[in-house]
């Protein structure tokens, strides 16, 4: 069973920019969550989606949002980048909303000039 | 608030030796916690996890421990092996977040001197 997928592996953006992130799921997982990893906040949890509906969200400012589509795959936007956007997005699944284990993907390194 | 935070941010050990990664954590009601283990271009992978209702749980050369007096964890590496040259991260879930709502601490890098 292929893991979890996260396109593309790395990006580089300006400051003003938007980005669009891209996750997909273990086959049969429906829950995807979205986390930044930086090296002086550690990890932290932006949101997570169940059957295309946000069912949890994090201490981040609106202009990171997201989404799911029916096959579970999720995308998530930044707009309006800020140099301290610069970090590895990490997306996780599981079976479901209220399952444990969750599986990581590999990440996206964004940084922002 | 929640805080997760780790005593040591480097650790190193000699191949074969034990390893004992340490963790803290502020929320005295939260009652689900795991350990992660991130290698270089990897994502986190899960190691072990732990209930509030436990003291112990032992995994493959991996045993965790919980101390609920003090609020502390603590990750046990048996033999450990070049392979387990990563870091390490403790994450907690305070009751009543959704078990996605995981407070990670800042991580653990465990170096292994062969």
């Known amino acids: 069973k292929a893991g979890v997928t996260q396109t593309p592996r790395y990006l580089i953006k300006t400051r003003g920019q938007q980005v669009t992130l891209s996750c997909s799921p273990i086959s049969g997982h429906r829950s995807v969550s979205w986390y930044q990893q930086t090296p002086g906040q550690g990890l932290q949890f932006l949101f997570e989606y169940f059957s295309e509906t946000q069912r949890n969200k994090g201490n981040f400012p609106g202009r990171f949002s997201g989404r799911q589509f029916s096959n579970s795959r999720s995308e998530m936007n930044v707009s309006t980048l800020e140099l301290g956007d610069s970090a590895l997005y990490l997306c996780?699944?599981?079976?479901?909303?209220?399952?444990?284990?969750?599986?990581f993907g590999p990440g996206t390194r964004l940084t922002v000039l | 608030g929640e805080s997760v935070g780790l005593h040591l941010p480097t650790l190193s050990v000699q191949e074969g030796d034990n390893s004992i990664i340490n963790c803290a954590y502020s929320?005295?009601?939260?009652?689900?916690f795991i350990w992660y283990k991130q290698e270089s271009g990897k994502g986190p992978q899960f190691i072990i996890d732990i209930r509030s209702n436990m003291d112990k749980r032992q995994g493959q050369r991996v045993t965790v421990l919980l101390n609920k007096t003090v609020k502390h964890l603590s990750l046990q590496i048996a033999a450990t092996q070049p392979g387990d040259s990563a870091v390490y991260f403790c994450a907690e879930i305070p009751p009543r977040t959704g078990a996605n709502n995981l407070f990670f601490g800042t991580g653990t890098r465990l170096t292994v001197i062969p």
């Open positions: 996780a699944s599981r079976i479901n909303s209220g399952s444990d284990e969750q599986f």
């Open positions: 929320n005295s009601a939260s009652d689900y």
